[in-house]
Nanobody, 128 residues
Framework: QVQLVESGGGAVQAGGSLRLSCAAS????????MGWFRQGPGKEREGLAL????????WYPDSVKGRFTISYDSAKKTVDLEIANLKPEDTAMYYC?????????????????????WGQGTQVTVSS
């Protein structure tokens, strides 16, 4: 059973950037669909980025495209999310998730229920 641990969150000013990391242990995630989601106060969980590591493919919703970048660090075995030009509306708890199996698609950005392993989350707070 994989364990996912997020890190890298914090309090930043608008316009800044952050790099969040998701460390996976206990299983090989190379052939899985890995994603980053967030949930703000009173909001539903929102898909931000997906990657299928083995196929080197990524997907983003239009709302974050150009500001968010998902990547895999093979040396550290982490799935990272880089966020540029942070805005106060980016304030949320950010979660890493895994969906076992080799199928990964854009549609899963809207389907957090399709992911079967989640980390505890890392808080990002952006002040204006």
């Amino acid at each position: 059973q994989v364990q996912l641990v997020e890190s890298g969150g914090g309090a930043v000013q608008a316009g800044g950037s952050l790099r969040l990391s998701c460390a996976a242990s206990g299983d090989d995630i190379s052939f899985d669909c890995m994603g980053w989601f967030r949930q703000g106060p009173g909001k539903e969980r929102e898909g931000l980025a997906l990657t299928y590591i083995h196929g080197a493919r990524t997907w983003y919703p239009d709302s974050v495209k150009g500001r968010f970048t998902i990547s895999y660090d093979s040396a550290k075995k982490t799935v990272d999310l880089e966020i540029a030009n942070l805005k106060p509306e980016d304030t949320a708890m950010y979660y890493c998730a895994r969906r076992t199996g080799s199928y990964c698609s854009y549609n899963y950005l809207e389907s957090p229920d399709k992911f079967n392993s989640w980390g505890q989350g890392t808080q990002v707070t952006v002040s204006s």
